[in-house]
């Protein structure tokens, strides 16, 4: 219901009550930085991360023939033994297929990340037979980083001569397997 002074506000009167009303300038400027995504921030951080840890220069002292193995020189020959034999399960595992070796080196240091994370102390990385260049590289890459203890050849079950079985250290973790 309208009162006698509202019709005369909507009739008019209202734009000549606000005619001399000046606008309020704005004199302070925001300039806020854009939030990142998440993913972004995490891949900017892997990047760098497996920029620090893996060469594709360097070259360790892996075998030519037989099974693909490596041992930290720190660590006890049985636990490469017990990984060929396989006592330890992996919890997490990585395909590698079908990618390139940039987006291969990323999804290692994630899978490193996790499994440290986790505190799992074994993984799987199958890389496949393909062209053979994951084959070669992902060895090289793993003998480099300080977290390896060991890897070997996967068993059947796991993947054969197309993957490997990685053992880490969790640092003073209880003891897993």
């Known amino acids: ?45 892997q990047k760098v991360y497996a920029d620090s840890y893996f060469s594709d220069q360097y070259q360790p002292l892996l075998p030519s023939e037989g099974p693909m193995k490596w041992i930290n020189e720190d660590v006890d020959k049985l ?33 490193i990340q996790a499994t440290m994370k986790q505190q799992s102390q074994c993984c799987c990385i199958m890389h496949g037979h393909g062209t053979g260049i994951l084959k070669q590289q ?5 003998a480099q980083h300080p977290s390896v203890k060991a890897f070997h050849q996967a068993p ?10 990685v053992l880490l250290d969790i640092g003073d973790q209880p003891f897993r397997r």
């Open 1 to 45: 219901m309208l009162m006698k002074d509202d019709k005369n506000l909507a009739g008019g009167d209202f734009a000549a009550l606000f005619a001399d009303v000046k606008p309020i300038e704005q004199r302070a400027h925001h300039f806020k930085q854009q939030v990142k995504a998440k993913q972004t921030l995490e891949t900017a951080s």
């Open 79 to 111: 636990e490469l033994k017990r990984l060929r034999r396989g006592d330890y399960v992996p919890d997490l595992l990585l395909d590698l297929h079908g990618m390139r070796q940039a987006e291969a080196k990323l999804e290692i240091v994630a899978l």
């Open 138 to 142: 992902v060895p090289m890459w793993l």
């Open 156 to 165: 059947k079950e796991w993947g054969g001569d197309a993957a490997l079985l």
